[in-house]
């Protein structure tokens, strides 16, 4: 009985603590959503309020849309992030696989190099970053660079866990049996092993779309004054002033900045749980 008890109210109290967590994540989210349809006033007098006393106002939403050249942005973002994340997976997939199956002394040392690339942060090359390519180079202010950087950026991480996943969930034997039906190397990767990692690749896909959709340091420092190639995080940085800042245009700005990856989210959520399950099953 007293085990019983215990059990019970150990999962009472995981319960509220797991909803305290989500409202710690959530209230913010809330806040944005809320003050987007508040104007300026309203927002400054109370922003913890839920509605304007003079009503709903869209304004904002028309500001951020036409200040930030929305269309523009969302092209260049998706762009930048269908690009990368492509490259990112391609690249990746095939340089764990080329480290997993042969036992190379340099394979060795490059997948050390990529580990141990993981655990330097971005702060500390920043400013010789920004040196070499900005100044010696002169190669800033192109979204193709800013592609290329997230593209080195992102490899590491995709390899070592496609390097868990190749090493662990896919049999050598697959391979050799599509060699002696006479598939070439590059034909047994992408006919035999590619596929067979599609729960990985959608688990990268789904936490890169993120970072580079949601990237800020990285563009403002690459694509610098060059408005005609900024993306979305980059727009809404036009409603600061040097003296007053438009609180509601920037709720309205990230409201329409987070909503093409809430949308994709929405429409692929079945394939995204599902591979993410998959991947995790396997390992």
């Not at 997939?93 to 060795?108: C, D, G, P, Q, Y």
């Not at 290329?148 to 995709?158: E, P, R, Y």
């Not at 394939?271 to 991947?279: A, D, F, T």
Request: aromatic share 14%; net charge positive; with cysteine.
């Amino acid at each position: 009985m007293a085990g019983g008890t215990r059990k019970r109210v150990f999962g009472v109290v995981k319960t509220v603590l797991l909803f305290a967590l989500l409202a710690v994540y959530m209230v913010p989210f809330f806040l944005v959503i809320v003050n987007a349809f508040k104007s300026n006033g309203a927002i400054l007098r109370s922003p913890l309020a839920l509605m304007d006393p003079n009503g709903v106002t869209f304004e904002n939403f028309e500001k951020a849309f036409e200040r930030m050249n929305f269309l523009r942005a969302f092209l260049n973002s998706v762009m930048v992030t269908v690009v990368s994340v492509a490259l990112i997976v391609l690249l990746s997939s095939m340089t764990a696989w080329l480290f997993v199956r042969f036992n190379w002394r340099i394979n060795k040392i490059f997948f050390a190099a990529m580990i141990a690339a993981m655990i330097v942060p971005f702060q500390v090359i920043m400013i010789p970053l920004v040196s070499i390519y900005g100044g010696t180079l002169n190669l800033l202010g192109n979204p193709f660079i800013l592609m290329a950087m997230n593209v080195g950026f992102g490899v590491s991480m995709a390899v070592f866990i496609y390097h868990g996943f190749i090493r662990g969930g896919i049999p050598l034997s697959l391979e050799e049996a599509a060699t002696l039906d006479g598939c070439s190397r590059v034909q047994t990767f992408f006919r035999v092993v590619f596929p067979l990692m599609k729960p990985t690749t959608a688990t990268i896909v789904v936490l890169d779309v993120l970072w580079v959709w949601n990237d800020y340091l990285l563009p403002s420092l690459v694509i610098g004054n060059n408005r005609d190639a900024y993306t979305l995080p980059l727009s809404t940085y036009s409603f600061y002033g040097t003296y007053q800042v438009d609180y509601g245009a920037i709720m309205a700005a990230l409201c329409l900045t987070a909503l093409p990856v809430i949308i994709l989210y929405l429409f692929l959520q079945k394939q995204i749980i599902s591979g993410v399950i998959s991947g995790a099953v396997k390992a």
